[in-house]
């Protein structure tokens, strides 16, 4: 295999609801600085940008990733785009590594934001990815697509409300210790459980913020970082995987990839951990950032992680084994469910796994993480990536 | 595309070939729907390959959420192409940068092997319109500012700088036009009404879009040893670069990211006399200026030769070095995958598997690829019958 790929610089927004102060090109420039200077690179030594960008819609410019070129020092550069929808912050990270296990570059960047607090009604515009003669008229959106996938896992499972709710106090708790986080406020499971249904059993509370703000990563090759006496953590794991386009295919019975459960993140994972050497997850595992814009989308999630069996998790998290200072702990940065800027959320994942290896996490740092896994989700609960960072 | 700095941690070096290419030209949407067509697409190419589904390891797809009309389009291909439970990943800036992202995955020395396909346009009833959105919002897009305004301003821009170019262009026209009568004997015949289009650009200089899909399989070495391959076409170089998004931050006479592109994968491939090197070429021609800006910064004619070499037929089938066999985009012109369909022509040319349009002993080919706003994104790759000496 080709050489090791780290990462060098991390950037990211304090994530707001709206940034009135900052177009949609200087959000971007404004992660691409931050990550510049953790990198303690210049522009100049940029090769190549991937461009964190999901559907156009969402900040209203066709192939908005076009106005982004400069923001991102891309004149006559390599440069391309990457929309994996909801993943397509970890597919842009895994995209970057190519360019460097290729040995097509040393020093990458990728690079995206988002204004999702300003794009109207962010439900329209994800209603028109699915087919628009088969299921974009029921009409879905993706909190009912997940609110079914909890009906589906209280069915098989045994979980309920307020395991749900759980899962929100928890994140807010982790959310408190990151100054980087939309949702900061710390909650209970009474006020989860007392705000008003979305889409039963799927309350305001249990849903993502729309988030605004910006993400950027710079990644080089081992030699290089060897020949600069650079400090990294590692890449050592990448996978991804996908699922049918049509809901339906993951309804009823007797289906594969049951929409209860997260079929092809569980073979994403499989990939990068069998990529990265890992073969007991639960064990080895110190801390996951996994994508659940949902609460309860994070049971299905740590399960696909393989760190619990199919339907342990909500009772392995009310025993607290997922908060900072439990055995696993899973979205210390307070997640998806507290910050949620679409293009660059899953890029938020690999760059937050990144932090806590690094031990540079700060308030929400977990002692002694040296392996850290990430995910994201896309799509209809469809495209899958997944990564293990490593110190 | 060949690893060339896995070496240097002593691991083996991977180079990457097409193996099979196909297209479908033009898609007729009232008979098959996107999926059936991707479908049957996907099968072609497998079989061209003489290889199954099972021998694919990752797949990357390409499109266009404003010309298909659907948020994260790229989602549609799932099933069709063979992504479930596989790794795909896709990108929307354009269809080349899919081929750029299967060749970067082959030589990382992860994926033995790589789908790539890109179609366009489908379901956009004003293609204009749909295109207009990708204008800046508060400078650009109340002009009107599409894609062809933009290739007006770059050919009169153009024709200011260098008066040739005009005459030069009416010649490329008229090649490819003839070209096209033979690739393509079913298309419908191109208008010939010199009528006023976008000035200076007349209705007989540029095709209008049709819908059309593209697929090709990249594979390592490693795998085409095993399959005793007899014909691929080696990835000798590969070169991509991005300009600004602001047409006014823009020479548009020049360009310096095909420049940067040329480069790269000259670089690659060991030539330093393209002219000399290079046995045939398919270059984007969205306009014929635009084949006149890739005649020169491919370095296969100067732009003080355009019209001497244009009138004497250098560049057609027959002539020293045949450009745009397939009669190119001005023959038939599926605008997001135009650029992909181009490396997929060099590529047959060089296989071998060109029919009607075949030229003799293609050692080495250059395919140009662009997309966006005057030539934009540029991507060049060097297509060889040989492997090539390690570089």
Known sequence: MSQRVGIIGIGQSAFKSRRDDASYPDLVREAVSQALTDAGLELEQIEAVVYSLSPDAMVGIGNAERLGVDAVGARNKRFLRINTGGSTGISSVAAAFYHVAAGACDVVLTAGADKVGECGDSQSVLNKIWDPTYERALPLGTINMLAMSAVRYMHKYTMDETDMARVVVKNRSHAARNPKAHLRKQTTIDEVMGSRYISWPVKLFDCCPQSSGGCAMVLASESYIKEHGLNAVWITGVGHCSESYYLGDRMGDNVEADHADAFALAHSFKRSFAMAGIDKPDKQVHVAELYAPFSNTEFHAIEAAGLAKLGESPARLRAGEFTIGGKTPVNPSGGVLCTNAIAVTAMVRVAEAALQVWGRAGDHQVKGAKIGIASGNGGDHQFFGTMVVEA | ?391
């Open chain 2, 1 to 391: 595309m060949t690893n060339t700095k896995a070496d240097s941690v002593g691991t083996k070096r991977v180079t990457c070939g097409v193996i099979a290419c196909k297209s479908i030209t033009p898609i007729d949407a009232t008979k098959r729907s996107l999926e059936e067509t991707l479908y049957d697409l996907t099968q072609a190419v497998l079989a061209d390959g003489d290889i199954t589904i099972d021998d694919i390891d990752g797949i990357v797809v390409a499109a266009n959420d404003q010309l298909d009309g659907r948020a994260i389009s790229v989602m549609a291909a799932s099933g069709s192409v063979g992504g479930v439970n596989r790794d795909i990943l896709s990108t929307p800036s354009s269809g080349e940068h899919a081929f750029v992202l299967g060749a970067l995955r082959i030589a990382s020395g992860y994926f033995r092997t790589q789908l790539v396909v890109a179609w366009s346009p489908t379901e956009a009833e004003n293609i204009p319109e749909a295109l207009r959105l990708a204008a800046d919002p508060y400078f650009h897009r109340r002009l009107p500012l599409d894609e062809w305004s933009a290739h007006a301003l770059q050919a009169a821009r153009l024709e200011f700088v260098a008066p040739d170019a005009a005459e030069a262009a009416r010649h490329v026209v008229a090649k490819n036009r003839k070209h096209g009568r033979q690739a393509f004997p079913d298309l419908p015949v191109a208008s010939s009404d010199g009528a006023p289009f976008r000035w200076p650009l007349t209705r007989d200089m540029i095709a209008l879009p049709s819908g059309g899909a593209v697929a090709l399989v990249l594979a390592s070495d490693a795998f085409i040893a095993e399959r005793k391959i007899a014909n691929p076409a080696w990835i000798r170089g590969m070169g991509w670069a991005a300009e600004p998004g602001f047409l006014g931050d823009r020479d548009l006479a020049s360009a310096p990211g095909l420049a940067a592109a040329t480069e790269q994968a000259y670089r690659e491939a060991g030539i330093t006399n393209a002219r000399k090197s290079i046995s045939l070429a398919e270059v984007t021609d969205a306009t014929p200026h635009q084949e006149l800006l890739a005649w020169e910064y491919l370095g296969l004619c100067e732009r003080s030769k355009w019209r001497r070499e244009a009138a004497a037929g250098t560049f057609a089938a027959g002539g020293a070095l045949p450009i745009n066999l397939s009669g190119g985009a001005l023959t038939f012109n599926p605008v997001f995958a135009s650029g992909l369909f181009r490396i997929a022509e060099a590529a047959n040319q060089v296989r071998g598997q060109s029919g009607n349009r075949q030229a003799k002993d293609v050692d080495l080919a250059v395919a140009h690829a662009a997309s966006g706003p005057a030539m934009q994104y540029n991507t060049v790759v060097v297509l060889g019958r040989s492997r090539g000496a390690p570089q």
